[in-house]
């Protein structure tokens, strides 16, 4: 089954009771049994859902995987990964990462006696260089939030295999359509389902996708015991919103290039990331891993200035100053002081979070009104 097909159909059956064509929202609790232990598969929605079952098994295909799981916000798909480790373990990760991963990270886990280092991951060694026999897990970002940096799956998957680590990615920002890290050899894949693939802006939700039986188990496990499942209604429109993935994104890539391009031509801003342009670094990396380039786009303006950036994400009117990506509309964020403001700001400089970075999702919208909407907003 093709991709486009698998949005539509994977994981996905008429209701059995009815025939209803979309998945029904079981708005339940709990299930009667018909005696104890004797029941249809489900009960008690903490431990398993209906509804959330079919988007688990639509979410998994989508990604080539076996196993799915959903949980109330991506941040909780992440603090799932986590505790499969053991105090002492060592986690490897890039420097140029989500504010809220970075948060959980330090602010959470390691009081607990996890451990994590954060490094440049465009160059491979760099990991070589910290991996030792405490280190458990590599987690991945690529495309990475914010500076758009493109990191190779497949030549870090070869490094963590010969010592026996496990390798997470977060695919948020390219979405299975464009990019399927299982199928490049990593353990685990991980969504804030919020973005792209609700691809609406009503859901908060995130996901994982594994193909090791062992590491399903765990997930499960802790996804029960922990209990941060998501709802039956926002599953519902998840697989709602699923059903248009390959049109959106395929919208959000082909306005993203022409953004990316006008803001190339800006005598106002100093350098556009986008993995799109030949000059990007691993821009073959990124052609050799993903099926297009992606509507994320950050920018930095000429001179630095943190008014004339705070300026321009003031007076768009198509690109909505707001938190979050992926949806059919535009977003404009000022990373520095809202996405990555838990970062400090010493570390943000250093990965090139400067004080005029400004990062764009670019929606479904036509591609010249946006254009239009952000000449408006350089204009003084």
Request: proline residues 4%.
């Amino acid at each position: 089954m093709k991709f486009n097909t698998k949005v539509i159909h994977a994981g996905i059956h008429p209701d059995p009771a009815t025939g209803a064509i979309m998945t029904p929202i079981y708005q339940t609790s709990t299930y009667v049994q018909e005696e104890i232990g004797v029941h249809k598969g489900f009960e008690y929605s903490r431990t398993g859902n209906p509804t959330r079952a079919a988007l688990e098994s639509n979410l998994a295909a989508l990604e080539s995987g076996k196993y799915g799981a959903c949980f109330g916000s991506g941040l909780a798909a992440i603090d799932c990964v986590i505790k499969m480790l053991n105090p002492g373990d060592e986690v490897i990760s890039t420097n140029d990462l989500y504010g809220g991963s970075y948060r959980i990270f330090k602010t959470i886990f390691e009081k607990y006696g996890i451990n994590f280092h954060f490094v440049d991951m465009v160059d491979v060694q760099n990991i070589s260089n910290e991996i030792n026999d405490k280190t458990k897990l590599i987690w991945i970002e690529t495309p990475t939030n914010p500076m758009m940096n493109i990191i190779d799956v497949k030549s870090i998957v070869e490094i963590a295999k010969i010592k026996r680590i496990k390798v997470a990615v977060d695919n948020t920002f390219a979405t299975p359509y464009l990019q399927r890290p299982l199928e490049l050899g990593a353990d685990i894949v991980m969504h804030s389902v919020t973005k792209y693939l609700g691809g609406h802006s009503d859901v908060v939700m995130g996901a994982l996708v594994t193909n090791d039986e062992s590491l399903a188990e765990e997930m499960y496990r802790i996804q029960n015991s922990s209990g941060a499942v998501c709802g039956p209604m926002d599953s519902f429109l998840v697989l709602r919103g699923v059903k248009t993935l390959h049109l959106r994104v395929q919208r959000h890539c082909e306005n993203g290039e022409k953004v990316a391009h006008f803001l190339h031509n800006n005598p106002q801003v100093d350098q556009v990331y986008w993995p799109g342009f030949k000059t990007h670094p691993n821009h073959e990396v990124a052609k050799e891993q993903m099926n297009g380039f992606g509507g994320m786009i950050s920018f930095t303006l000429v001179g630095d200035s943190l008014d004339k950036a705070k300026s321009i994400v003031s007076k768009t009117k198509l690109f909505t100053l707001a938190e979050s990506l992926g949806g059919v509309e535009s977003l404009i964020g000022h990373p520095s002081t809202m996405t990555h403001a838990s970062i400090p700001r010493e570390e943000r400089m250093k990965s090139g979070v400067l004080d005029s970075l400004i990062r764009l999702s670019v929606g479904i919208e036509d591609a010249s009104d946006l254009i239009e909407d952000l000449e408006n907003a350089f204009k003084n």
